[in-house]
């Protein structure tokens, strides 16, 4: 996960919701990305979780930092968002597998039942939403150019969030997939070819090469579009994993008492205050 003073809010319940309802609290380990306020971020996560097993690496931005376009929604621009891509090349060599989570999440389930996913040959793991439209995350420009277009060629691409991702690190790094992802940027800051931030570059390495993961594992999109942010309700069937991507947050919709149903799931695993009858009055 990364850190940083924005989302701090929803890192912690998003911890908090781990290891409330995992058997073994003990084996998970945090692998923290933090590009400001390294030590500050560090002692307040020990001193809200004593037992966490966690390690925090810092992050420079200015490794992403040149790379970054204009996105539809500012928050989508800040460097830690591409942190991802960095994971491979971040965390020790030893380290070989994790699971990528955003920020404004919650777990419901045991995140053992995550980390037991076969990867197979792919590098990453998701759940993969075939049914949506993946033209639309593309420009004009990108679908008009055979060179760009041509790269989903003899493949079966479809829409995945890369809030929840479980990732080989030892594949990522056979494969440099860090290096793929910058040139994508590059020549986005050519040619506009995508609008949403950090998403699309995942999408053109990795579509039609990911193992796909239950559904039940990330019920994405609760806050709503990148826009407005309006109310979603939750999609039929199991729930393992809740995720409010898109504008609406809901430790700030609650603040403002203007909470959607969903976000009193997310409440509980608040640890600013004390209970979740604080946001009823």
């Not at 679908?143 to 991702?165: H, L, Q």
């Not at 995942?202 to 990911?210: M, P």
């Not at 990148?226 to 430790?251: I, Q």
């Amino acid at each position: 996960m990364t850190l940083d003073v924005a989302y701090l809010r929803g890192s912690m319940a998003a911890v908090f919701s781990i290891l409330k309802h995992t058997g073994c609290p003990e084996n998970v380990i945090f692998h923290f990305l933090v590009s400001d306020r390294d030590a500050e971020l560090s002692a307040l996560i020990y001193s809200t979780f004593p037992f966490l097993r966690f390690k925090v690496y810092h992050f420079d931005e200015a490794l992403v930092k040149s790379r970054i376009s204009a996105s539809v929604r500012l928050a989508l621009e800040h460097p830690l968002n591409y942190a991802r891509s960095y994971l491979a090349d971040i965390l020790e060599p030893c380290v070989k597998r994790v699971i990528y989570l955003d920020s404004d999440l919650i777990v419901v389930d045991d995140i053992v039942k995550l980390w037991g996913t076969r990867l197979g040959s792919h590098a990453i793991g998701a759940p993969e939403y075939c049914h949506a439209n993946l033209t639309k995350y593309f420009t004009a420009s990108f679908w008009n150019n055979e060179g760009f277009a041509k790269i989903f060629d003899g493949k079966r691409p479809c829409y995945f969030n890369t809030g929840v991702m479980v990732m080989d690190l030892v594949k990522w790094r056979e494969q440099n997939y860090r290096a793929t992802i910058e040139e994508w940027m590059e020549s986005q800051k050519e040619t506009r070819i995508y609008e949403l931030g950090s998403l699309p570059p995942f999408l053109l390495v990795f579509a039609g090469d990911v193992e796909p993961i239950d559904h039940r594992w990330n019920q994405h999109g609760l806050g709503g579009d990148n826009l407005e942010g309006r109310c979603r309700s939750l999609h039929p069937g199991p729930v393992s994993l809740l995720h409010w991507s898109g504008k609406g947050k809901p430790w700030i919709r609650l603040d403002a008492r203007k909470p959607c149903p969903v976000d009193n799931l997310w409440a509980p695993y608040d640890l600013l205050l004390p209970a979740a009858s604080s946001y009823s009055s």
